[in-house]
Structures are given as structure tokens and as C-alpha cells.
């Protein structure tokens, strides 16, 4: 199983953007999903899980009213989309996968597949 996270980028405070991680496996609606993210020095931190079937999300507290996870599966794609960007928000966004987990997950060790990374920095 291979992700590959995109949409990165440079945007100012209060702006927008949409991440996007593209899982190649036959069977991806057999995986929950999640989103986590990393500034330098401090660990990896959850940001938002999606379970198999799209149905059930799961965001860290304070960020479900910016953030949207989803997914296709049709085209196993997997969005966060962020909204009303802050500086805080700056950091290396991760996508991950795994098939162990029933619903959603917080816990960065229950995810067995990691996409490499997209930066996403907000400036002020």
C-alpha cells in the first residue's frame, strides 16, 4: 500500500486549501484513514481520521470546525480539506492507512501506511 499526499503550499491567514493523498491498494475501502501533522521539534500529532466507509469522522478537538476529511473510493482519494487558516496550522501534513482499525483512530501507532508528507505554511 503506497499514499502520496499533494496540495501543499504557501497561503495567508484565513485562506484555504485542500490536501489530497492518493492510496494505491485494490482494496481501499477495507482501510480507515487519517491526517496528521508535524512541526519540527514536536511529534506527530492527529488531525482527523475517516473510517472505512466515509461515514464516521473524527477531528483533534478545535479543528472540526475548519477541517473536513473525506474520501472516494472510487477513485481512492482521500481530502482534508482546511478553511480560515492560521499561522498554528503551519506544519508537514501526513496521510496514513490502515486496515486494522474498525472505526476511526486517533493513535498514531494503529496506522500502518504513511504517505511522505505535503508542507502547508500559512503566513500572516
Known amino acids: 500500500v503506497q499514499l502520496q499526499a499533494s496540495g501543499g503550499g504557501l497561503v495567508q491567514t484565513g485562506e484555504s486549501l485542500r490536501l489530497s493523498c492518493a492510496v494505491s491498494?485494490?482494496?481501499?475501502?477495507?482501510?480507515?484513514v487519517g491526517w496528521f501533522r508535524q512541526v519540527p521539534g514536536k511529534e506527530r500529532e492527529f488531525v482527523a481520521g475517516?473510517?472505512?466507509?466515509?461515514?464516521?469522522?473524527q477531528y483533534k478537538p478545535g479543528l472540526m470546525a475548519r477541517f473536513t476529511i473525506s474520501r472516494d473510493n472510487a477513485n481512492k482519494m482521500v481530502h482534508l480539506q482546511m478553511t480560515d487558516l492560521k499561522t498554528e496550522d503551519t506544519a508537514v501534513y501526513y496521510c496514513a492507512a490502515s486496515a486494522r482499525i474498525p472505526g476511526t483512530s486517533s493513535v498514531r501507532s494503529h496506522y500502518d501506511y504513511w504517505g511522505q508528507g505535503t508542507q502547508v505554511t500559512v503566513s500572516s
Open positions: 491498494t485494490r482494496t481501499f475501502s477495507l482501510y480507515a
Open positions: 475517516l473510517d472505512r466507509s466515509g461515514g464516521n469522522t
